[in-house]
């Protein structure tokens, strides 16, 4: 069972970033994807999830309208696109899964990924 996060790397203020998140090992259509993400001396956050269907999905309020969630069942990936990206958007990023219902809450993840760092510069 594995998750292997992508896309990742070093960007300008104000660029877009896809980062994806590949699942192996895991009938991935049953479980549901978080993003999380964590800057250098905080606590980790959660960033995105998106039902194991990919009907639904949930953002970090002040992410709302600048990233999307999406995947594709057929390929085994999620997707998380970031667009306008600000400086403080720098950090290792997290794939997660989840069996059924997706969750805020990092806790509540069974599978993790390795991470991807983003780093914005100003």
């Known amino acids: 069972v594995q998750l292997v996060e992508s896309g990742g790397g070093s960007v300008r203020a104000g660029d877009s970033l896809r980062l994806s998140c590949a699942a192996s090992g895991l009938p991935f259509s049953s479980y549901s994807v978080g993003w999380f993400r964590q800057a250098p001396g905080k606590e980790r956050e959660f960033v995105a999830h998106?039902?194991?269907?990919?009907?639904?999905?949930d953002y970090a309020q002040p992410l709302k309208g600048r990233f999307a969630i999406s995947r594709d069942n057929n390929r085994n990936t999620a997707l998380l696109q970031m667009n306008d990206l600000e400086s403080e958007d720098t950090a290792v990023y997290y794939c997660a899964a989840k069996y059924n219902k997706p969750s805020y809450y990092d806790f509540e993840y069974t599978i993790w990924g390795q991470g991807t760092q983003v780093t914005v510069s100003s």
């Open positions: 998106i039902t194991a269907s990919g009907f639904d999905a």
